[in-house]
């Protein structure tokens, strides 16, 4: 696939105005549920968002490493997602950066402002020590950073390592989508090469008859 600099353009304006509003929409959404539970269930939320940006992580990674040749091998054998996967590797930059930049990042900055206020609820609690409070935010800070890392660091070595049966998993989770829910990510050029063939054609007649 040739680089195209105009593409490239539309799809950073795209995925920047989608960012933005995914951001908004996951921040207010965490907050608002945030404020009406105990600090023990905003922990456990934390957690989900951290998962979630791991997960997230760990298949635009496998996107980027896997090949596309053994998909085509399962393709001509009609293994379900196959050609979904196909599809996958073959836009794997936008399928990357959606999954570790938009998805994973925003889960990163929702789970650090999410962080904070368990913090601050935790600490709403307590005896009116500054240093007791300055230790729980360092140390629940200090958590969850080491948290999204080390998740993070597991994810990659994972999602190189099996890349072809992540990007076939993720591949399969479309196929169900598209049959069972009518939801189509990927759209398919074959009528538009038969369409040029046919102009082709067309052409290629007119040609023999001025010919003759």
Same mark, same amino acid.
């Given at each position: 696939? +040739?680089?195209?600099?105009?593409?490239?353009?539309?799809?950073?304006?795209?995925? @920047?105005?989608?960012?933005?509003?995914?951001? !908004?929409?996951?921040?207010?959404?965490?907050?608002?549920?945030?404020?009406?539970?105990?600090?023990?269930?905003?922990?456990?939320?934390?957690?989900?968002?951290? !998962?979630?940006?791991?997960?997230?992580?760990?298949?635009?990674? $496998? $996107?980027?490493?896997?090949?596309?040749?053994?998909?085509?091998?399962?393709?001509? =054998?009609?293994?379900?997602?196959?050609?979904?996967?196909?599809?996958?590797?073959?836009? $794997?930059? &936008?399928? @990357?950066?959606? !999954?570790?930049?938009?998805?994973?990042?925003?889960?990163?900055?929702? @789970?650090?402002?999410?962080?904070?206020?368990?913090?601050?609820?935790?600490?709403?609690?307590?005896?009116?020590?500054?240093?007791? &409070?300055?230790?729980? #935010?360092?140390?629940?800070?200090?958590?969850?950073? $080491?948290?999204?890392?080390?998740?993070?660091?597991?994810?990659? #070595?994972?999602?190189?390592?099996?890349?072809?049966?992540?990007?076939?998993?993720?591949?399969?989770?479309?196929?169900?989508? =598209?049959? &069972?829910?009518?939801?189509?990510?990927?759209? @398919?050029?074959? +009528?538009?090469?038969?369409?040029?063939? +046919? &102009?082709?054609?067309?052409?290629?007649?007119?040609?023999?008859?001025?010919?003759?």
């Amino acid at each position: 696939m +040739k680089f195209s600099f105009k593409h490239s353009i539309k799809w950073s304006l795209f995925i @920047s105005v989608v960012t933005f509003i995914l951001a !908004c929409v996951f921040t207010v959404a965490s907050t608002t549920v945030m404020e009406g539970f105990p600090w023990g269930v905003g922990m456990l939320i934390v957690i989900f968002l951290i !998962c979630n940006g791991i997960f997230f992580d760990i298949m635009g990674l $496998a $996107a980027a490493a896997a090949s596309e040749t053994p998909f085509h091998a399962m393709a001509s =054998e009609k293994v379900k997602g196959s050609r979904h996967a196909i599809y996958i590797v073959r836009n $794997a930059d &936008r399928f @990357s950066n959606f !999954c570790n930049d938009v998805i994973g990042d925003i889960s990163g900055v929702i @789970s650090g402002a999410a962080s904070a206020l368990v913090v601050f609820k935790l600490m709403s609690g307590m005896s009116d020590n500054e240093t007791l &409070r300055t230790v729980v #935010s360092v140390v629940f800070t200090a958590i969850v950073s $080491a948290l999204t890392v080390g998740g993070k660091a597991m994810g990659k #070595s994972f999602a190189i390592h099996y890349s072809t049966d992540i990007v076939l998993f993720i591949g399969k989770l479309f196929y169900m989508m =598209e049959h &069972r829910l009518g939801i189509k990510w990927f759209t @398919s050029k074959k +009528k538009h090469k038969q369409h040029n063939g +046919k &102009r082709g054609n067309k052409r290629a007649a007119r040609t023999n008859q001025s010919a003759g």
